[in-house]
Structures are given as C-alpha cells and as structure tokens.
C-alpha cells in the first residue's frame, strides 16, 4: 500500500468566520477506492474556551468514526487532541458521499478555518 497513497485536504469554512454547529457543513465525493488509515482535523485560528470542538465524517449519512475528531481549546490541530479520533469504517468507495458535521464548538470564540484531511491508500 505504500505505492498508491491517498491524501485528501478539504475546507470546511472559509479562514475568518467564526464556526458553528450543523450537520453537513461540507459535501463532497469520494474520488478513488480508499482505505483510510488517518483522519485529522484543523483550524486557522483556535477556540480559547468553551466546549472542545467535535467533528463527525459521514458516508452516506452514516458516521465513520467510533470516537469522532476533535480539537481541544487553544489548539489548532487534532493530532494534539487529549481523545484521538477512531475510524471504526476505513473504507470508501470513489463516488461515496462523505459528509461533515461540526457537533459542538464555543459560539462565543472566534475558532475559523477548519480543514479535513483524510489519509489512506488507494485500493
């Protein structure tokens, strides 16, 4: 597998705006058959207080991740996170939906700029 990587980045909000909760923040398609082995999460500009931020990545409505992504206060990366994300669901089909949802973030801090990266091998 280490011939045919996979890496995927997508934006999920624009750089300054602050975020908010929903479901399907972003959409989009899946474009080869992958088997994830990594999921990350990160923000332009971190949250200083509040409830950490949690993230779901849905194919086809259902939730990929057994314990989802998350961003704790005053970091800008999941790879730091206190609870790492589990992928309970690796593989993906090209053409799958994937979905992601922004469970909880502190609507009163400025958090901005979330990025998804998805990080596999093409099957």
Do not use: H, M
Not at 20 to 28: M, P, R, S, W, Y
Not at 57 to 64: A, H, L, M, N, V
Not at 70 to 99: F, G, Y
Request: aromatic share 4%.
């Amino acid at each position: 597998w280490v011939n045919n990587p996979f890496e995927l980045v997508i934006a999920c909000s624009d750089q300054t705006s602050a975020l908010t909760t929903g479901t399907a923040k972003e959409t989009f398609r899946v474009p080869v058959n992958v088997t994830l082995t990594e999921v990350r999460a990160s923000l332009t500009t971190a949250q200083a207080a509040g409830l950490e931020i949690s993230i779901d990545i849905r194919r086809f409505g259902t939730s990929i991740l057994s314990t989802k992504l998350s961003i704790d206060n005053t970091e800008r990366t999941s790879l730091s996170a206190a609870t790492p994300a589990v992928i309970s669901n690796p593989v993906l089909s090209s053409d799958d939906e994937i979905s992601i949802d922004i469970l909880t973030v502190d609507d009163a801090t400025t958090a901005a700029g979330l990025k998804i990266t998805l990080i596999g091998y093409r099957t």
